[in-house]
């Protein structure tokens, strides 16, 4: 059985920053392209960013894009979210999900398998 742990996440103010990591375990981590999603309450679920299975393409929505980096460590089956600059819109859980395919999606429904999500508040 996969599982997906995220961790990191917490309170920091508006410019801060913060790493999310997500170890996956019951699976081959290098098999999955991952992604990051988030949703704010009251929100859909929406797509943050994504990692093919190799660590060689990137994909990110454009409110993040220069803030944020997504990167994979598979030798730790771990997934990263490096978020600098936070800003008060990225309050959110944020959610990590894996597919089991090569190349990187934004697409919720084409992931197979998803974490319990990391709660992000920034404020002023």
């Known amino acids: 059985q996969v599982q997906l742990v995220e961790s990191g996440g917490g309170s920091v103010q508006a410019g801060g920053s913060l790493r999310l990591s997500c170890v996956v375990s019951?699976?081959?981590?290098?098999?999955?392209?991952m992604g990051w999603f988030r949703q704010a309450p009251g929100k859909e679920r929406e797509f943050v960013a994504a990692i093919n299975l190799s660590n060689s393409s990137t994909y990110y929505v454009d409110s993040v894009k220069g803030r944020f980096a997504i990167f994979r460590d598979n030798a730790k089956n771990t997934l990263y979210l490096q978020m600098n600059n936070l800003k008060l819109e990225d309050t959110a859980a944020y959610y990590c999900a894996a597919r089991a395919a090569y190349g990187l999606t934004y697409g919720t429904n084409e992931y197979d398998y998803w974490g319990q999500g990391t709660q992000v508040t920034v404020s002023l």
């Open positions: 019951g699976g081959t981590f290098r098999s999955y392209a």
